[in-house]
């Protein structure tokens, strides 16, 4: 009995490790406005006196942080430049999209910016003419021919204009995996929450069958 038992838990902990993959969300900066709490894409609060363009909203947590989020939530009177990584466990089936929720470039007054990702130039897909207290977010697909993430970490570069006061709100990392893309399309931008890992379908059939087979066997020899 107790043999055939334990092979039964044995199965199904290999069928249920078989369907457990999943995709992942992790974002750096906690995604509050700058500081603000404005929405997403807002602008950032105007008055005449030009100076506030510099603003430091970062939370005691943001200011000691070594993983990128110490850059959010302020606007420095020099240039921005970025050199970070973003560590994270690989998903090998499914699509992987950037995001950076950034404010404030004047690329016409004060010099193009550079956006690198592991050393490939997206600055292409900025919008380089915000004005002082515009804002905006934008997702980038990381192509795989092109970036290669099977590492586990993701090299973010950014070099602002020279005077430019650029601020950044959060970046993240999302990992959709193939069968769960509705369309093509991506889920909402990422609130700063890694979810909970969900069993997929596939997975859950199998953990009920094991179940019912443990709890038959059981019946069978007690």
Do not use: C
């Not at 690198?116 to 804002?135: H, I, K, P």
Request: overall charge negative.
């Amino acid at each position: 009995m107790r043999k055939s038992i334990h092979l039964a838990l044995v199965i199904l902990f290999i069928l249920g490790a078989a369907g457990s993959a999943q995709g992942f969300i992790m974002t750096i900066g906690d995604n509050d406005g700058y500081g603000y709490g404005i929405d997403d894409g807002a602008n950032l609060p105007m008055s005449s006196d030009t100076h506030t363009w510099v603003f430091e909203n970062r939370s005691g947590d943001e200011d000691a942080a070594t993983d990128g989020a110490q850059v959010t939530d302020f606007e420095p009177y020099a240039a921005r430049n970025l050199n970070f990584s973003l560590l994270f466990t690989p998903t090998t089936d499914g699509v992987t999209t950037f995001w950076i929720d950034y404010s404030g470039i004047q690329s016409s007054v004060f010099g193009r910016p550079t956006l690198l990702l592991d050393g490939v130039d997206f600055t292409y897909v900025l919008n380089l003419e915000q004005g002082a207290w515009g804002s905006d977010v934008t997702s980038i697909f990381l192509d795989p021919t092109l970036i290669d993430l099977s590492d586990g970490m993701l090299n973010v570069q950014f070099q602002g204009g020279m005077y430019d006061h650029i601020a950044f709100d959060y970046f993240a990392l999302e990992s959709v995996l193939s069968e769960d893309i509705p369309g093509g399309s991506f889920g909402e931008i990422p609130g700063g929450e890694t979810p909970a890992p969900t069993p997929e379908p596939t997975s859950l059939i199998l953990l009920g069958s094991g179940l019912v087979g443990l709890a038959y066997l059981r019946r069978r020899f007690s």
